[in-house]
C-alpha cells in the first residue's frame, strides 16, 4: 500500500493558504478517517460500578433541587470519547437518573428516543401521552422521539433508574431539541402490558388492518422478562446464548429506530462469548455477578454495575456464580446499523 502524503510535507504557505480558504487536504487524514480492517475506536472497555454511582447520586439529591435540575442524573461517561460529549459509547447516552419522594419531573418531549430501565427503589412512575407507567425494579420503559413524558415518585425511598438514549446521534446531526408542556392528563387505568398486549403471539384484532401505532407498548415489566429468559433456558442447548429481544408486539421489529434492547441470562458458571459485530453496546447487570473480558479490559461486575461495550470489540462474558443465573440488560445500536447497512457480525 503507498504512503500517503503527509502535512508536513507540504509548504507552509500552501497549508497555511488552504486553511484561510476554508480548505483540507484530505490524503494526510485519508488513513485515520477511514482505517484498514477495523474501525479507530476511541470508546474505552470499561465498567462504571454502582458502589461508585449511588452514592454521588444521592449527594445531588442532597445538593440539587429537582427544580433546579429538570432532570437530576449522573452521565455515564467513557473518557475516551470525552466526558464532555456524554457518550458511554459513540452513539449510545446513558445516565443514571434520580427521583425522590413526591419529587415530578416536568413534561417535555425531544427528539431523540430514550429508555429508562429501572435500577432501584419503589413507587416511581412515567407519564408517557397520557399513559402512566409503573416502574418496579428491572422494567424497561420507552419514551420514544416526540412523545410527550413526565416522570414522578408516590412510594418512599430513593427511585434510581438507567436512561439510555439516542441522543449522541440526534445531537451529531444538530436535530436534538425538546418542548417543554404543561402537566399530562392522566387515564386512570393500568397500561397496555397489563391489557392490550398481555402475551406474545396475541395483539387486539382491530389493530390487524388498522395503521399500525409506532410504539404500542411502553411499558415491559421485569417479572415476564424474567420468567420468559428462564423458560427460553430450558430449550436453548448450551453453546447458544439466552437472550430475547425487546420488539414491537405489532410488527415484531426492534421497539426504537436507532437503539435495540435485550435481556440476556447467564446460566451457573455459564460463559458466553457473543458474536464480534460492528454494534457498539452497553451492559446493565440487573442481578449476579461475574467477569467480562471486552478486548483486552478484564472487568469484574456485580449487580446494578454498568459497561461499555466498543464496536469490533472480542467479548466473553461469565457468570462467577455456580448455582445461581445472573441476568444482564443490553442497549445496542445494531438497529440503527441494520437501517444504514452498514451492520456486520464478524470472525472472532
Ligand atoms: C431526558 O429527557 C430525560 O426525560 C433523561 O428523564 C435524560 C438526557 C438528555 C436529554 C434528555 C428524561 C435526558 C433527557
Redesign the pocket.
Given at each position: 500500500m503507498a504512503q500517503l502524503g503527509t502535512l508536513e510535507e507540504l509548504p507552509l504557505d500552501y497549508r497555511n493558504d488552504l486553511t484561510a480558504n476554508n480548505l483540507v487536504p484530505l490524503w494526510p487524514s485519508l488513513r485515520a478517517a477511514l482505517p484498514y480492517d477495523i474501525p479507530s475506536r476511541r470508546t474505552k472497555p470499561m465498567v462504571w460500578r454502582y458502589a461508585d454511582i449511588r452514592p454521588r447520586l444521592l449527594r445531588a439529591g442532597e445538593l440539587t433541587p429537582i427544580e433546579k435540575a429538570e432532570?437530576r442524573?449522573l452521565v455515564l461517561a467513557n473518557p475516551g470519547l470525552g466526558l464532555e460529549n456524554m457518550q458511554a459509547t459513540p452513539s449510545i447516552?446513558i445516565?443514571m437518573?434520580l427521583i425522590l419522594p413526591r419529587e415530578t419531573?416536568p413534561n417535555?418531549w425531544?427528539t431523540?428516543s430514550?429508555i429508562r430501565f429501572v435500577v432501584e427503589g419503589e413507587g416511581g412512575f412515567t407519564v408517557v401521552e397520557g399513559e402512566k407507567l409503573p416502574m418496579k425494579r428491572g422494567d424497561l420503559i420507552l419514551?420514544p422521539s416526540g412523545l410527550w413524558?413526565e416522570?414522578g415518585h408516590e412510594g418512599s425511598g430513593p427511585v434510581v433508574w438507567l436512561?439510555a438514549?439516542d441522543?449522541p446521534v440526534v445531537y451529531g446531526l444538530e436535530a436534538s431539541y425538546?418542548l417543554e408542556g404543561e402537566p399530562q392528563t392522566v387515564r386512570n387505568r393500568p397500561d397496555a402490558s397489563q391489557n392490550r398486549y398481555r402475551r406474545s403471539g396475541l395483539i387486539p384484532y382491530a389493530s390487524l388492518r388498522a395503521p399500525r401505532a409506532a410504539y404500542p407498548l411502553r411499558r415491559f415489566p421485569w417479572e415476564d422478562t424474567r420468567a420468559a429468559l428462564c423458560d427460553l433456558a430450558t430449550v436453548t442447548d448450551g453453546g447458544e446464548i439466552v437472550q430475547l429481544a425487546y420488539v414491537n408486539p405489532e410488527t415484531g421489529a426492534e421497539c426504537l429506530p436507532i437503539l435495540g434492547f435485550s435481556a440476556i441470562m447467564l446460566r451457573p458458571g455459564e460463559t458466553i462469548k457473543p458474536v464480534r459485530r460492528s454494534a457498539s453496546a452497553v451492559l446493565h447487570v440487573v442481578e449476579g455477578e461475574g467477569e467480562a473480558r471486552i478486548d483486552n479490559a478484564e472487568l469484574a461486575w456485580g449487580g446494578q454495575d454498568t459497561m461499555a461495550i466498543p464496536t469490533h470489540a472480542r467479548v466473553a462474558i461469565s457468570n462467577r456464580s455456580s448455582s445461581k443465573p445472573a441476568f444482564l440488560f443490553q442497549v445496542d445500536d445494531a438497529p440503527m446499523q441494520s437501517k444504514l447497512g452498514f451492520y456486520e457480525e464478524l470472525e472472532a
Open positions: 432532570r442524573v447516552y445516565g437518573q419531573a417535555h425531544h431523540p430514550a419514551t413524558h416522570h436512561d438514549l441522543l425538546c
